[in-house]
């Protein structure tokens, strides 16, 4: 089945709450490494899912926006829009490798107080911490 032309075990365009309450509604996580290599901690980067499945995410200057489907723990990121902004020497990078990621993804999990983004191709996930 295809959803926003992603490949899923079925479509949800709301965010669900797995059992064991770990859900993605109105939560935000910075991210730590891409799928296993370390980014600048000076570029703030993370990642927002709010209740109605919109993803808001920056790393470093540029802010983009996308739609997050979820059924389970089956995740796609559609219609990644981004804004430009004028950044540091490896903020564009950093950028290109998380929409990348985002992109790819197509299942997450959450160990202890990290989310885990599991993309298509990567046998390493990318990790981002909970924000309090």
Not at 8 to 29: E, F, K, Q, R, Y
Not at 47 to 71: H, M, P, Q, R
Request: net charge negative.
């Amino acid at each position: 089945m295809l959803c926003g032309g992603l490949a899923l075990g079925g479509c949800s365009t709301s965010i669900d709450t797995p059992a064991g309450g770990n859900g993605l509604a109105n939560t935000t996580w910075w991210v730590q490494t891409i799928e296993g290599e370390a980014i600048a901690p000076a570029a703030g980067s993370r990642v927002t899912i709010d209740e109605n499945g919109y993803l808001v995410a920056s790393a470093g200057c540029a802010k983009f926006t996308g739609k997050a489907a979820l059924n389970g723990n089956r995740l796609a990121v559609t219609k990644i829009g981004v804004a430009e902004e004028a950044c540091a020497d490896s903020a564009p990078l950093q950028e290109a490798q998380l929409i990348d990621t985002l992109e790819r993804v197509d299942r997450w999990a959450v160990q202890e107080s990290y989310l885990l983004l599991y993309s298509e191709g990567s046998t390493i996930p990318t990790r981002l911490a909970r924000h309090p």
